[in-house]
C-alpha cells in the first residue's frame, strides 16, 4: 500500500493522518500527528477463535516512549517498564469507546496497540490514540461498526477550546473528553469545577459539532483506501437450545429473582445453571452454550421487567436509591474514616495525613510533577463473595480510584491553606453496582473526620439506561444486574453547586444528546438526595485535626536567609532537626514547613528556625551560649551564626573582678540585646533582663 495522508484543520493544529508507511504487517495501522505529538496505532485479529471462549478478547496496550519526549528513562534498567497509571488511564480511555462498535458475537482476539512517538509537551497524546484506534480499525479488515473521533474541551473565560494544550487545561475550570460518532456520543470523561449540568452539556454539544468533520473524513478514508472486511465466524446461541433453556428457567427466574439477598440471587442462578447443564450435556450440548442461553434468558426477563412492567427487579421505582447509611470515625487511630453503605455496596474510606516529603513524584512526558493528594481504589475478592489471588491493583481499580479523585480534586484546599499531602485509601467491603460512586461519599466522610478543610462535600449516583426501538427508560443507582443487562454506565459525580467529574460508557453504539440532558437532570436528582444524607451524618469538617495526625505549620522567613538555615552542607537543619525531631521542609520562596505529632517540639524548632532567619532585634530576649571567654567578657551565640558580648560590666549587677568567675564556656543563660554597633557588631547584658525571664 502506498502512503496515504489525510490532513486537517482540528482546533490550533493541524490534525494528520497517515497510513502505509509504518507497521504494515498489522491489520490496519495509521500515524496520528497534532503539532509536534506523533501516536502510532496498530490493530491486530488472530485467525482463530480460541476454543470455550465466553467473552469478547479485545485488549488496548498504550505505551508512551521516553524518546518520544527526548529523555533516557531512569532506574538501574534504562528502558520502559510496567505501564505508568497515566499509560493505563489512557488505555482506557481507547478501550471503553470502541468495545461497543464490534459486531455481536466476535471473539477473534483482537489487540490495538498505540505508541507514542513523539511528545511536544503541549499536546496530550491520549486523543490521538482514541483517533488513531478509529482509523486503524476503519481502513483494517477487522469487523468494526465505525468510524469515531474524539476530542478534548477546555474552557478559559467562558470560551470553549478544542484540544487545549496543559497550559490551557491549567486554566480552565473544564476537562472533557468528547468521542461520538456521526449519531451521538459514544463516551464521556470530564473533571471540572462545580459546572452546572447545562455548561456540561454545551461543551459536549461543542465537541460533538466540531468531531463530525473528522468523521465524514475517516469515512472517506476507509472508502477510498480501506480493505475488504474479512469474513468471520461469529457466536451465536442454537435457537432450539435457547428455547429449551427458556422453558425451563422463565418460571424458576421469577422466583430467583424475588429472594432480597444479592448472595441468594446469585446462588439460585447457580444452581438453575448446574441443573440446566445436568439436563441438556447428555444430549451433545456444550456447557458454554448453556451458560450463554441462560445469561440471554436473564438478559430477557430483567429488561422487560422494566421496559414492559415498569418496575426494577428489587421493585424500586427508576429514580429510587437504595437505602443508604452513613458513618465517621469509625476506626479508632487512624486520621479520619468514613463508612458509606448504600444497598449491598459498601465503601470504607480511610484518610492519612502526611508531610511534604510524602508526595508522590511523577515522570511523565511532559514533565516531572508533584502529586499532594491521591485516593486509592481497591477491590478484594470477598466483596463479591469470590476467591482469587491478591497481586495489586488492576485497571479496573486504577480507573476507579482516578475517577473519584478527580471528583473530589476540586474540593480540596490549596497548599497555601493546608500544607498537607493527603492520602485517602477506598476498600470496598462489598459490591453491588457503583462502587466508585460509593468511594467518593465514603471518602467525603473520611475526608471530613481527618479535619481536611474540603470546600464542600461531594457525591456521586451511577445511571443506567434500559434502550429498545424508541423507548428508553433511565435507572438511577444501578444494581450489578442492571448494570450488566443494561446499555449504559452514567456515573456523574458533584456538590451541591455542580458537577466536579463524569464518566459514560456504553453498550450499545450511542446515545443522542436529548437523552444524555435528562441523564444529567436525574443524576443532579439523586446526587442531591445523597449528599442530604452525608450532610445528616456529618456536616462539614472537623475543626481539630486528629491527635494521632501530624501538625504542620508554616512560617516565612527571608529567602536570603535560607542559606544560613541549611547551614554548610546542610549542618545547621540538620542539628535542628535532630535536636527536636521535626520534619522540616525549606521552600524558595522562604516558606518553611515544619512538621511533628509533639507540638513542643514544633514550638522547639520554630523557636530555633526564627533565631536564625530574623534579624537581630535591640531589647529581645535571646537564649545565649557561651563561646568564648575573654578577660573583659563573654563572647555568647545566640543564634546559628550569630555572636555578641556581654561586656563584664553587663554579666551581674555589681563589681564582676574575674569573667570566669561568673560564667564558664559552655553556659547557657539568658542575654537582652542592648545595642548593635555600626560594624553589626551585637552588645549583650546579662545583668539586664528582667528578673522574670532569668533562670529559677
Same mark, same amino acid.
Given at each position: 500500500?502506498?502512503?496515504?495522508i489525510l490532513?486537517?484543520?482540528?482546533?490550533?493544529?493541524?490534525?494528520?493522518?497517515?497510513?502505509g508507511k509504518?507497521?504494515k504487517?498489522?491489520?490496519?495501522?495509521?500515524?496520528?500527528?497534532?503539532?509536534?505529538?506523533?501516536?502510532?496505532v496498530?490493530a491486530?485479529?488472530s485467525?482463530?477463535i480460541?476454543a470455550?471462549l465466553?467473552?469478547?478478547?479485545l485488549?488496548?496496550e498504550?505505551?508512551?516512549?521516553?524518546?518520544a519526549?527526548?529523555?533516557?528513562p531512569?532506574?538501574f534498567f534504562?528502558?520502559?517498564?510496567? *505501564?505508568?497509571?497515566?499509560?493505563i488511564?489512557?488505555?482506557?480511555?481507547?478501550d +471503553?469507546?470502541?468495545?461497543?462498535?464490534?459486531?455481536?458475537g466476535?471473539?477473534?482476539?483482537?489487540?490495538?496497540?498505540?505508541?507514542v512517538?513523539?511528545?511536544?509537551g503541549e499536546?496530550? *497524546?491520549?486523543?490521538?490514540?482514541?483517533?488513531?484506534a478509529?482509523?486503524?480499525?476503519?481502513i483494517s479488515?477487522?469487523?468494526?461498526?465505525?468510524?469515531?473521533?474524539a476530542?478534548?474541551?477546555?474552557r478559559?473565560?467562558?470560551?470553549?477550546?478544542?484540544?487545549?494544550?496543559?497550559?490551557?487545561l491549567?486554566?480552565?475550570?473544564?476537562?472533557?473528553?468528547?468521542?461520538?460518532?456521526?449519531?451521538g456520543v459514544?463516551?464521556?470523561e470530564?473533571?471540572?469545577? %462545580?459546572?452546572?449540568e447545562?455548561?456540561f452539556?454545551?461543551?459536549?454539544?461543542f465537541?460533538?459539532?466540531?468531531?463530525?468533520?473528522?468523521?465524514?473524513?475517516q469515512?472517506q478514508f476507509?472508502?477510498?483506501?480501506g480493505?475488504?472486511k474479512l469474513?468471520v465466524?461469529y457466536?451465536?446461541?442454537d435457537?432450539?437450545?435457547?428455547?429449551k433453556v %427458556?422453558?425451563?428457567?422463565?418460571? +424458576?427466574?421469577?422466583?430467583?429473582?424475588?429472594?432480597?439477598g444479592?448472595?441468594?440471587?446469585?446462588?439460585?442462578?447457580?444452581?438453575l445453571?448446574?441443573?440446566l447443564?445436568?439436563?441438556?450435556?447428555?444430549d451433545g450440548?456444550?456447557?458454554a452454550?448453556?451458560?450463554?442461553?441462560?445469561?440471554?434468558?436473564?438478559?430477557?426477563?430483567?429488561?422487560?421487567?422494566?421496559l414492559?412492567?415498569?418496575?426494577?427487579?428489587?421493585?424500586?421505582?427508576?429514580?429510587?436509591?437504595?437505602?443508604?447509611?452513613c458513618?465517621?470515625?469509625?476506626?479508632?487511630?487512624?486520621?479520619g474514616?468514613?463508612?458509606f453503605?448504600?444497598?449491598?455496596t459498601?465503601?470504607?474510606a480511610?484518610?492519612?495525613l502526611?508531610t511534604?516529603?510524602?508526595?508522590?513524584?511523577?515522570e511523565?512526558?511532559?514533565?516531572k510533577?508533584y502529586?499532594?493528594?491521591?485516593?486509592?481504589y481497591?477491590?478484594?475478592?470477598?466483596?463479591v463473595?469470590?476467591?482469587r489471588?491478591?497481586?495489586?491493583p488492576?485497571? +479496573?481499580e486504577?480507573?476507579?480510584?482516578?475517577?473519584?479523585?478527580?471528583?473530589?480534586?476540586?474540593v480540596?484546599p490549596?497548599?497555601?491553606?493546608?500544607?498537607?499531602?493527603?492520602?485517602?485509601?477506598?476498600?470496598i467491603?462489598?459490591?453491588?453496582?457503583?462502587?466508585?460512586m460509593?468511594?467518593?461519599?465514603?471518602?467525603?466522610?473520611?475526608?471530613?473526620?481527618?479535619?481536611?478543610p474540603?470546600?464542600?462535600?461531594?457525591?456521586?449516583?451511577?445511571?443506567?439506561?434500559?434502550?429498545e426501538?424508541?423507548?428508553?427508560?433511565?435507572?438511577?443507582?444501578i444494581t450489578?444486574? %442492571?448494570?450488566?443487562?443494561g446499555d449504559?454506565d452514567?456515573?456523574?459525580?458533584?456538590t451541591?453547586?455542580? #458537577?466536579?467529574?463524569v464518566?459514560m460508557?456504553?453498550?450499545?453504539?450511542?446515545?443522542d444528546l436529548d437523552?444524555?440532558d435528562?441523564?444529567?437532570?436525574?443524576?443532579?436528582?439523586?446526587r442531591?438526595f445523597?449528599l442530604?444524607k #452525608?450532610s445528616?451524618?456529618?456536616?462539614?469538617p472537623?475543626?481539630?485535626?486528629?491527635?494521632y495526625a501530624?501538625?504542620?505549620d508554616?512560617?516565612?522567613?527571608?529567602?536570603?536567609?535560607?542559606?544560613?538555615?541549611?547551614?554548610?552542607g546542610?549542618?545547621?537543619?540538620?542539628k535542628?532537626?535532630?535536636?527536636?525531631?521535626?520534619?522540616?521542609?525549606?521552600?524558595?520562596?522562604?516558606?518553611v514547613?515544619?512538621?511533628s505529632?509533639?507540638?513542643?517540639?514544633?514550638?522547639a524548632?520554630?523557636?530555633?528556625?526564627r533565631a536564625?532567619?530574623?534579624?537581630?532585634?535591640?531589647n529581645?530576649?535571646?537564649?545565649?551560649?557561651?563561646k568564648?571567654v575573654?578577660?573583659?567578657?563573654?563572647?555568647c551565640?545566640?543564634?546559628?551564626?550569630?555572636?555578641?558580648?556581654?561586656?563584664?560590666?553587663?554579666?551581674?549587677?555589681?563589681f564582676?573582678k574575674?569573667?570566669e568567675?561568673?560564667?564558664?564556656?559552655?553556659?547557657?543563660?539568658k542575654?537582652?540585646?542592648?545595642?548593635?554597633?555600626?560594624?553589626?557588631?551585637?552588645?549583650?547584658?546579662?545583668?539586664?533582663?528582667?528578673? %522574670?525571664n532569668?533562670?529559677?
Amino acid at each position: 500500500m502506498q502512503n496515504n495522508i489525510l490532513k486537517f484543520k482540528f482546533g490550533n493544529e493541524d490534525l494528520i493522518l497517515e497510513t502505509g508507511k509504518l507497521a504494515k504487517q498489522a491489520n490496519g495501522s495509521v500515524t496520528v500527528q497534532y503539532g509536534g505529538t506523533v501516536v502510532l496505532v496498530t490493530a491486530c485479529m488472530s485467525r482463530e477463535i480460541r476454543a470455550g471462549l465466553g467473552f469478547f478478547p479485545l485488549t488496548v496496550e498504550y505505551q508512551e516512549k521516553t524518546y518520544a519526549a527526548g529523555r533516557i528513562p531512569g532506574g538501574f534498567f534504562k528502558r520502559e517498564g510496567r *505501564p505508568s497509571q497515566s499509560e493505563i488511564l489512557a488505555a482506557r480511555l481507547v478501550d +471503553r469507546p470502541i468495545r461497543p462498535l464490534f459486531p455481536e458475537g466476535l471473539l477473534n482476539d483482537i489487540q490495538v496497540v498505540a505508541i507514542v512517538l513523539s511528545s511536544d509537551g503541549e499536546n496530550d *497524546p491520549d486523543i490521538l490514540a482514541v483517533i488513531g484506534a478509529s482509523a486503524a480499525l476503519s481502513i483494517s479488515d477487522i469487523p468494526f461498526n465505525g468510524p469515531l473521533a474524539a476530542c478534548r474541551v477546555a474552557r478559559v473565560n467562558n470560551q470553549f477550546i478544542l484540544n487545549p494544550t496543559y497550559s490551557e487545561l491549567d486554566n480552565s475550570d473544564l476537562d472533557v473528553v468528547v468521542v461520538a460518532n456521526s449519531k451521538g456520543v459514544v463516551m464521556l470523561e470530564c473533571k471540572s469545577k %462545580e459546572i452546572e449540568e447545562s455548561e456540561f452539556l454545551e461543551a459536549v454539544k461543542f465537541g460533538f459539532g466540531h468531531l463530525q468533520e473528522l468523521i465524514s473524513l475517516q469515512e472517506q478514508f476507509q472508502k477510498e483506501i480501506g480493505k475488504k472486511k474479512l469474513e468471520v465466524q461469529y457466536k451465536k446461541i442454537d435457537p432450539d437450545l435457547e428455547k429449551k433453556v %427458556e422453558e425451563l428457567s422463565k418460571e +424458576r427466574l421469577l422466583e430467583i429473582y424475588k429472594l432480597t439477598g444479592k448472595e441468594e440471587q446469585e446462588e439460585g442462578v447457580a444452581l438453575l445453571s448446574k441443573d440446566l447443564e445436568e439436563k441438556f450435556t447428555p444430549d451433545g450440548h456444550e456447557v458454554a452454550d448453556i451458560k450463554t442461553a441462560l445469561h440471554e434468558i436473564e438478559k430477557k426477563q430483567v429488561r422487560a421487567k422494566i421496559l414492559n412492567e415498569n418496575r426494577r427487579i428489587d421493585n424500586r421505582g427508576f429514580k429510587d436509591i437504595r437505602p443508604i447509611t452513613c458513618e465517621v470515625a469509625a476506626l479508632p487511630r487512624t486520621h479520619g474514616s468514613g463508612i458509606f453503605t448504600r444497598g449491598s455496596t459498601q465503601s470504607l474510606a480511610v484518610t492519612t495525613l502526611g508531610t511534604g516529603e510524602d508526595e508522590q513524584m511523577i515522570e511523565a512526558l511532559e514533565g516531572k510533577s508533584y502529586k499532594s493528594f491521591m485516593l486509592h481504589y481497591s477491590f478484594p475478592p470477598f466483596s463479591v463473595g469470590e476467591t482469587r489471588p491478591m497481586r495489586g491493583p488492576g485497571r +479496573r481499580e486504577i480507573g476507579h480510584g482516578a475517577l473519584a479523585e478527580r471528583a473530589l480534586m476540586a474540593v480540596m484546599p490549596s497548599k497555601e491553606k493546608f500544607p498537607y499531602t493527603v492520602r485517602v485509601v477506598s476498600e470496598i467491603l462489598e459490591s453491588n453496582g457503583s462502587s466508585s460512586m460509593a468511594t467518593i461519599c465514603a471518602a467525603t466522610l473520611s475526608l471530613m473526620d481527618a479535619g481536611v478543610p474540603i470546600k464542600d462535600a461531594v457525591a456521586g449516583v451511577a445511571l443506567g439506561l434500559i434502550k429498545e426501538g424508541k423507548k428508553a427508560v433511565i435507572l438511577t443507582d444501578i444494581t450489578g444486574l %442492571e448494570d450488566h443487562f443494561g446499555d449504559m454506565d452514567f456515573k456523574v459525580a458533584g456538590t451541591k453547586k455542580g #458537577i466536579t467529574a463524569v464518566q459514560m460508557d456504553l453498550k450499545i453504539s450511542w446515545v443522542d444528546l436529548d437523552l444524555l440532558d435528562s441523564c444529567l437532570l436525574q443524576a443532579k436528582e439523586g446526587r442531591l438526595f445523597i449528599l442530604d444524607k #452525608i450532610s445528616a451524618a456529618l456536616a462539614g469538617p472537623r475543626e481539630e485535626l486528629s491527635a494521632y495526625a501530624p501538625r504542620i505549620d508554616v512560617i516565612k522567613v527571608n529567602p536570603e536567609k535560607i542559606g544560613g538555615l541549611i547551614g554548610p552542607g546542610g549542618k545547621t537543619i540538620k542539628k535542628i532537626i535532630a535536636e527536636t525531631e521535626a520534619k522540616i521542609d525549606i521552600q524558595d520562596d522562604g516558606s518553611v514547613f515544619v512538621a511533628s505529632n509533639d507540638p513542643k517540639k514544633s514550638d522547639a524548632a520554630i523557636a530555633m528556625i526564627r533565631a536564625i532567619t530574623d534579624d537581630v532585634e535591640v531589647n529581645r530576649i535571646y537564649l545565649g551560649k557561651v563561646k568564648r571567654v575573654t578577660n573583659f567578657g563573654a563572647f555568647c551565640e545566640i543564634a546559628p551564626g550569630k555572636e555578641g558580648l556581654v561586656h563584664v560590666s553587663e554579666l551581674a549587677g555589681s563589681f564582676v573582678k574575674n569573667v570566669e568567675d561568673v560564667v564558664k564556656l559552655g553556659d547557657e543563660f539568658k542575654v537582652k540585646v542592648i545595642g548593635i554597633d555600626e560594624l553589626g557588631r551585637i552588645k549583650l547584658s546579662k545583668k539586664q533582663v528582667p528578673l %522574670e525571664n532569668t533562670d529559677s
